[in-house]
């Protein structure tokens, strides 16, 4: 799948197993543009601002498809109901029960779940196996998931499957594990009791945990990013319609930066397949891997696992507070729920309210890319009846970098003897096909590697280009981070110099810049003497705001 054009430097022979459609191909970290191209976009005194976006010329270049027709997203808060209850309020049962079933109408459940249905999976959120944990999808949420779903096709036999990492409901002598809790999450957290509701009686539901599931090995669809197939608990692909039930939630942002729809499909990898937690193989000795987890690919696997098993619906909830480890106290709930059939989209209106930029999100990013939904709100009918702005609310982030550019165009290596500036005009505009510029590439990483790019370089130069958009202009911070040698020129004027070597974080330095109203050129020359050859550069707004300070 990874594939892109980048003269003048020769491509690598394309693995055996994927065909040959005659474009260059480079390994790991670069990947010629599937899907929809991301614009990028920060957050601007609060509303978006596209951001290290390339000229709709290069747009053009790439081919992208554009969906057909708009995903529909639905988004409910208590403050819409027949008898409105203030979105800091404690919800009553029959609050969550109308928001959830209001989602989920508008947000098209009768388009899939037809009266004739045999078999309805429910995948929730069952992270730990502690009550009231935040960590948890709500069991109120799921009640009334289930209740939709029985009443729209009463004779289907309703599963509630989780495959947990950190639980497992008794202790198998079978099983190794590391610091597993035995426990039954599904009764420690009120789901058995949840659905033990009376309006159930008549209902066939059952609990099964994913870990132990008959599983089946599937290959992602076009090829996956992290691997190429990956076992799916059986219940998952056999269902007639697989419901994903998430909650709105905050995670490390290198690992994404939110937990919401796309996430949630970790625990549809079996245990038995990849062990406790999952990361570590199982069994022993056998050969097989477990799912990688490191920051730098753990985005590229949720975006093969979603490939892979094909969720119908996402029912997304934020009943009460949902935060991370370094919670600052700010309300980081909706009293709401979003729902619809496209899991990106659905990421990217959750991640809007709670205050991040979706075109920052990877999970967003990488699956619009597959073409796995659409991630631009733009793009996204958002039905419910509330502005989304009015809705927003700053949830805490981590870290202190949003995603950095991934799309460049790149002219190098050079001798270093050779890299003198002449040859390329830090004012810009650059064009592909000149100067040494090649068609642009997409890094998969922030970490941007040019290394991989360009078979291992050593002791040369390389530069990078990009152009975005700042509306209004105004003062910004550029967060950059290399491991060697960087220079960056803004619409022809030097703002940063690095001259040294040392290893990569995000970020290593902030430089203030002045952008200018309209477009802006940005080129950066990349030292390299040996091994690492990476860098990482984003632009953010120069705001004291939760909100404004992440993109």
Not at 64 to 92: G, K, N
Not at 389 to 408: E, I, K, S, V, Y
Not at 473 to 496: E, F, H, I, R
Request: glycine share 10%; proline share 9%.
């Amino acid at each position: 799948m990874p594939r892109c054009s980048t003269p003048p430097h020769p491509p690598c022979a394309p693995p055996a197993d994927r065909p040959d459609s005659g474009e260059a191909y480079f390994p790991c970290h670069c990947s010629a543009p599937g899907g929809n191209f991301p614009s990028r976009s920060l957050s601007w005194k609060g509303l978006p601002m596209p951001t290290l976006l390339l000229l709709p010329l290069l747009l053009c270049s790439l081919g992208l498809a554009r969906a057909a027709e708009r995903p529909t997203v639905a988004v409910v808060t208590s403050d819409m109901l027949q008898t409105p209850v203030s979105r800091d309020s404690v919800l009553a049962d029959a609050d969550i029960d109308e928001m959830v079933r209001w989602a989920m109408e508008l947000g098209g459940i009768r388009q899939i779940l037809k009266p004739d249905a045999k078999h309805v999976l429910l995948k929730p959120c069952i992270v730990v196996a502690e009550r009231d944990s935040w960590r948890n999808v709500d069991p109120r949420a799921v009640r009334a998931v289930a209740l939709v779903v029985h009443d729209l096709a009463p004779q289907a036999l309703i599963t509630v499957g989780e495959g947990p990492g950190a639980w497992m409901a008794e202790a198998r002598p079978e099983v190794k594990h590391w610091k597993l809790n035995i426990a039954d999450g599904f009764e420690t957290e009120g789901y058995r009791a949840a659905l033990a509701d009376p309006r159930l009686q008549d209902a066939r539901i059952e609990f099964v945990d994913l870990n132990f599931a008959q599983a089946r090995l599937v290959k992602v669809p076009g090829g996956g990013w992290a691997r190429d197939e990956y076992w799916i608990a059986a219940p998952v692909l056999d269902a007639d319609v697989a419901i994903t039930l998430p909650r709105l939630k905050t995670h490390m942002p290198e690992h994404g930066g939110i937990t919401v729809a796309m996430k949630n499909q970790m625990g549809v990898a079996p245990g038995m397949k990849y062990g406790w937690p999952k990361k570590t193989g199982y069994p022993s000795g056998s050969g097989n891997p477990g799912i990688p987890h490191s920051p730098e690919i753990l985005g590229e696997m949720i975006t093969d696992l979603n490939l892979c098993a094909q969720i119908d619906f996402a029912v997304a909830e934020s009943f009460r507070r949902s935060f991370d480890e370094g919670n600052d106290g700010r309300p980081d709930w909706i009293n709401g729920v979003v729902a619809g059939t496209d899991l990106v989209a659905v990421d990217a209106v959750s991640a809007y309210l709670m205050g991040f930029n979706p075109e920052e999100v990877e999970t967003v990013v990488n699956g619009e890319r597959r073409a796995l939904g659409v991630g631009r709100l733009e793009a996204i009918e958002v039905v419910g009846g509330k502005d989304l702005d009015h809705l927003r609310r700053g949830f805490p982030f981590r870290g202190q970098m949003g995603m950095a550019n991934r799309t460049w165009l790149i002219s190098g290596p050079y001798p270093h003897t050779e890299a003198g500036m002449a040859s390329v005009d830090p004012a810009g505009p650059m064009t592909p096909g000149l100067q040494g510029f090649g068609e642009p590439v997409w890094f998969q990483d922030d970490k941007c590697d040019l290394g991989q790019l360009l078979s291992k370089p050593t002791d040369c130069t390389a530069f990078a280009y990009c152009e975005f958009t700042a509306p209004a202009g105004g003062p910004a911070k550029l967060q950059v981070a290399s491991d060697k040698g960087m220079t960056v020129w803004l619409n022809g004027v030097q703002v940063y110099h690095f001259d040294g070597w040392g290893r990569i974080e995000r970020p290593n330095d902030l430089a203030e810049v002045a952008l200018q109203p309209g477009t802006n050129h940005l080129l950066c020359r990349l030292e390299q003497s040996s091994r690492q050859f990476q860098f990482s550069l984003n632009v953010v707004e120069d705001q004291p705001s939760p909100v404004a300070r992440r993109y």
